[in-house]
């Protein structure tokens, strides 16, 4: 499985961001796609998961801030960043989850300036 992730970038305070990952390879009909983020210094935490079927989890601190949703013809997940804050910047990194196992995309910048 490969992820590409894009949509980054730099936006004041505020602002908003969609975030998207395409996956390719062997997908399955059931799995889990999931966005993490790592901030420098940091260890890599937990920001939102969608299942195929549409069920969603978030990280409490971004909640009613960001929505996860996917398109599964595309095989695409998109991460909808809303009222950033300084505090979410970090590398944001799509996640295929098979089992056990993640598949890691390469990562897209995401800078909140105050």
């Known amino acids: 499985v490969q992820l590409q992730a894009s949509g980054g970038g730099l936006v004041q305070a505020g602002g908003y961001l969609r975030l998207s990952c395409a996956a390719s390879?062997?997908?399955?009909?059931?799995?889990?796609m999931d966005w993490y983020r790592q901030a420098p210094g940091k260890q890599r935490e937990f920001v939102a998961r969608?299942?195929?079927?549409?069920?969603?989890s978030y990280l409490d601190s971004v909640k009613g801030r960001f929505t996860i949703s996917r398109d599964n013809p595309k095989n695409t997940v998109y991460l909808q960043m809303s009222s950033l804050k300084p505090e979410d910047t970090a590398v944001y990194y799509c996640?295929?989850?098979?089992?056990?196992?993640?598949?890691w995309g390469q990562g897209t910048q995401v800078t909140v300036s105050s």
């Open positions: 996640a295929y989850v098979s089992g056990t196992t993640f598949y």
């Open positions: 969608i299942t195929s079927v549409g069920s969603t």
């Open positions: 390879g062997s997908i399955s009909s059931y799995n889990v």
